[in-house]
Each structure stands twice: as structure tokens, then as C-alpha cells.
């Protein structure tokens, strides 16, 4: 059984950094076959596309609001993704996954459970 774990959210003021780690492990789970994301969804709207990238990751995209302050990379030797995130701000406040797709990130075939990144002003 596939299993995404999130870990690294919390509680930070704006304008600090937050690092969010994402292990995959399972059967026969070969994470460096999948494409990555993070998503986010924050009390009362809809999930948002924050980052993917690729199975070899050599490409990455970022939703716009994201662009410049997060960072997503992975390490394929430890089945593992990761979201760097910088100048945090209070509308960054949001439940953050990570999803694993062998195809197309925007139809994930896997999700984590998520973990809470609060941004306070």
C-alpha cells in the first residue's frame, strides 16, 4: 500500500521559511517513476496547484502566487519530496499535500494526508 506522509508544517510569522517534507514508501512504489506535487487548500476554497515536478526532476512549474518564494525539489535516493517556502505570507495559510501521479499531476494517483502551515501577521 502506497503511503504519502507530509511533515514539516507549523505555526510562523510572515516573511519566515518553512521547509515541508513529503516520504513515499510502499510496496513496490518506485517514487522515482512518479511525477510530484504540492497542493494546498486553506479553510473554505477550492485545492490549489502550488508546485510539480517531474519524475527525473529536471522540470518544475509553480502555481503564480508561488513563484519566486517556494522551491520544490526531491531526492529520488530517499523517496522523498520536499517544498521549500520563503517570505511566507498570511494567505499562504492552507493544509498542504503532496500527490504522486505516473502520468499527469493534474489526476493524481496518490495523496498524503496533508500537514497545516499557519502564517501569522
Known amino acids: 500500500q502506497v503511503q504519502l506522509v507530509e511533515s514539516g508544517g507549523g505555526l510562523v510569522q510572515t516573511g519566515n521559511s518553512l521547509k515541508l517534507s513529503c516520504a513515499a514508501s510502499g510496496g513496490t512504489f518506485a517514487f522515482n517513476r512518479y511525477n510530484m506535487a504540492w497542493f494546498r487548500q486553506a479553510p473554505g476554497k477550492e485545492r490549489e496547484f502550488v508546485a510539480a515536478?517531474?519524475?527525473?526532476?529536471?522540470?518544475?512549474a509553480y502555481g503564480d502566487s508561488m513563484k519566486g518564494r517556494f522551491t520544490i525539489f526531491r531526492d529520488n535516493a530517499k523517496n522523498t519530496l520536499y517544498l521549500q517556502m520563503n517570505n511566507l505570507q498570511p494567505e499562504d495559510t492552507a493544509v498542504y499535500f503532496c500527490?504522486?501521479?505516473?502520468?499527469?499531476?493534474?489526476?493524481?494517483?496518490?495523496w498524503g494526508q496533508g500537514t497545516q502551515v499557519t502564517v501569522s501577521s
Open positions: 515536478i517531474l519524475w527525473m526532476g529536471g522540470s518544475t
Open positions: 500527490a504522486a501521479s505516473v502520468t499527469s499531476i493534474r489526476s493524481p494517483d496518490y
